[in-house]
């Protein structure tokens, strides 16, 4: 059974700092990795897909690596900024065996962004 | 639609009624999934639909839950006699395709709370 594991729980920066978030999972039999950013009493918002053939992708300010062999995944933040403040989750998808490929998330990290 | 659209956003009944959520999909999105979140965890699948049918609906917790989507677009979650711990936000996703490489895009949840 696949294992999302989000690592810190929670994390609390002072505005401008670069930051790391991580995320690993058990079974390396993945087809792509997504990271997604929820705010409080909202919905999950996609900020980046890698496939299991990719290194890493990045988008603007954010970028995020794979390595499928080892099973983890770490989200970079530069230059920090209060409007990050939000809960970050990690989903890896894989095949379910029952005719989807589902996503499997972590429980995420609560990141605060300091003024 | 521009985005996954999901009604009611906020649903309180009572424990024992039945209660009806419904997702419209992004327009042309053939792939469509259910995910409950509960408090302080990242969303768990519930059921695929790939267009009309049940693609994989080996997430959903018991014979209480049902969801049907007979146009191939619409889709709607039913949970008979609720429970207490059915309480959660219930989370409506959507992708162009079956692919596992698409993906996949949530909308804002309902959130069911059961008195």
């Known amino acids: 059974k696949q294992e999302v594991t989000q690592i810190p729980a929670a994390l609390s920066v002072p505005e401008g700092e670069n930051l790391v978030l991580n995320c690993s999972f058990t079974d390396s039999a993945i087809y792509n990795l997504q990271w997604f950013r929820q705010d409080p009493g909202k919905g999950l918002t996609s900020l980046l897909l890698?496939?299991?053939?990719?290194r890493e992708q990045t988008s603007g300010r954010l970028n995020a690596s794979l390595d499928k062999s080892s099973g983890r995944s770490t989200l970079y933040i530069a230059a920090s900024q209060p409007g990050d403040s939000a809960t970050y989750l990690c989903a890896v998808r894989r095949y379910s065996g029952a005719g989807s490929y589902q996503l499997t998330f972590g429980k995420g990290t609560k990141l605060s962004v300091i003024p | 639609g521009a985005g996954v659209s999901q009604t009611p956003s906020n649903k309180v009944t009572e424990k024992g009624k039945y209660v009806e959520l419904r997702c419209d999909p992004i327009?042309?999105?053939?792939?469509l999934y259910w995910y409950r979140q509960s408090l302080g965890q990242g969303p768990e699948f519930l059921i695929y639909?790939?267009?009309?049918?049940?693609?994989?609906d080996s997430g959903l917790p018991n014979d209480r839950f049902f969801a049907v989507r007979p146009e191939g677009s619409v889709s709607t979650l039913k949970i008979q006699r609720t429970e207490r711990g059915d309480s959660a936000v219930y989370l409506c996703?959507?992708?162009?395709?079956?692919?596992?490489?698409?993906?996949?895009?949530f909308g804002e949840g309902s959130w069911l709370t059961v008195v």
């Open positions: 890698i496939q299991s053939s990719q």
């Open positions: 327009s042309g999105h053939t792939a």
């Open positions: 639909f790939q267009g009309t049918g049940a693609a994989d």
């Open positions: 996703a959507s992708s162009f395709g079956s692919s596992s490489g698409n993906t996949i895009y």
